[in-house]
């Protein structure tokens, strides 16, 4: 489900002005839903964790095993928004 979250927009942003942009909010949302936006070849990340391949997950567990065994330390190198996802599993 993607939503938009506006409890901090409001210092930034009009009501009115948010108003005058729900349709082209609600085309790019729908976009994104049906995978006709530019950039759809990196939509995986909107189905997860509900419809993660099995055989994708036991992968992932497997690296992390293998990692988890041979490594005292890892590192996470990326530009930024890279990182958000491994910043949430460590916080976790």
């Known amino acids: 489900m993607i939503r ?3 409890t901090f927009l409001k210092s930034y942003v ?3 002005d948010l108003k005058k942009l729900q349709p ?3 085309q790019v949302v729908g976009q994104l839903q049906k995978g006709t936006c530019p950039g759809n070849e990196f939509l995986g990340w ?3 964790p509900d419809r993660i391949d099995t055989a994708e997950l036991k992968e992932i567990k ?3 095993s293998y990692i988890r065994d ?3 330390q890892f590192v996470s190198v990326g530009i930024g928004g890279s990182y958000l996802g491994a910043r949430a599993a460590i916080k976790f």
Request: hydrophobic share 45%.
């Open 4 to 6: 938009i979250e506006k």
């Open 14 to 16: 009009k009501d009115e």
């Open 24 to 26: 082209k909010i609600d």
């Open 46 to 48: 909107l189905n997860l």
């Open 62 to 64: 497997a690296v992390a």
């Open 70 to 72: 041979r490594a005292e």
